[in-house]
T-cell receptor, first 115, second 115 residues
Framework: DQQVKQNSPSLSVQEGRISILNCDYT??????FLWYKKYPAEGPTFLIS?????DKNEDGRFTVFLNKSAKHLSLHIVPSQPGDSAVYFC??????????????FGKGTHLIIQP | DVKVTQSSRYLVKRTGEKVFLECVQD?????MFWYRQDPGLGLRLIYF???????EKGDIPEGYSVSREKKERFSLILESASTNQTSMYLC??????????????FGEGSWLTVV
């Protein structure tokens, strides 16, 4: 059963506009959320994260919003640029109290920025 | 900067061969992970390790084993490669989980084709 869901496999946005990528989760034990960006034939690179004690985190053009009651987070990219075209993975982790936690990833959303 | 190095970027192996995928990180991280990425399935955790000689099964450990003899090195082993193990394999590492959560850093990936 998928615990982290990205329901849009792809998203097309015009350059300069806002890109909004969505992510839903089901496990209420998740307390830390991350977004990764991945280009073809490369490993994912960390983009931005948010702790469950916050509802917003901003880093330059990237903002992540967390709605805990709805178990929903979103990544906003403003303004969108051609280099933002990539696959974006939402990930979540929960503190199990016993060592490392692997992140649980969504299936990814392929963002395409059109000129 | 964190550096996670996967020694082989592209491999082609025959069915039944034993395959070793090597990963080294240079940041003295406690935790190391192996994921595989497949189209439409996102990233799935195979195994992880939170200490030398320690290993834990992830979501899809069948057909794989791992070895962590030194802190900086984490090896993924396919005992008898099969065609359904054709995939992109991603190694990752992270420091001990802090209050800000668990940020994982990825290598560039190893493309394995089993014929």
């Amino acid at each position: 059963d998928q615990q982290v869901k990205q329901n849009s496999p792809s998203l097309s946005v015009q350059e300069g506009r806002i890109s909004i990528l969505n992510c839903d989760y089901t496990n209420s034990m998740f307390d830390y959320f991350l977004w990764y960006k991945k280009y073809p034939a490369e490993g994912p690179t960390f983009l931005i994260s948010i702790s469950s004690i916050k509802d917003k985190n901003e880093d330059g053009r990237f903002t992540v919003f967390l709605n805990k009651s709805a178990k929903h987070l979103s990544l906003h990219i403003v303004p969108s640029q051609p280099g933002d075209s990539a696959v974006y993975f939402c990930a979540a982790s929960g503190w199990s109290g016993g060592g490392a936690d692997g992140l649980t990833f969504g299936k990814g959303t392929h963002l395409i920025i059109q000129p | 900067d964190v550096k996670v190095t996967q020694s082989s970027r592209y491999l082609v192996k025959r069915t039944g061969e034993k395959v070793f995928l090597e990963c080294v990180q240079d940041m003295d991280h406690e935790n190391m992970f192996w994921y595989r990425q497949d189209p439409g399935l996102g990233l799935r955790l195979i195994y992880f390790s939170y200490d030398v000689k320690m290993k834990e099964k992830g979501d899809i450990p069948e057909g794989y084993s791992v070895s962590r003899e030194k802190k900086e090195r984490f090896s993924l082993i396919l005992e008898s490669a099969s065609t359904n193990q054709t995939s992109m394999y991603l190694c990752a590492s992270s420091p001990d989980r802090g209050i800000t959560g668990n940020t994982i850093y990825f290598g560039e990936g190893s493309w394995l084709t089993v014929v």
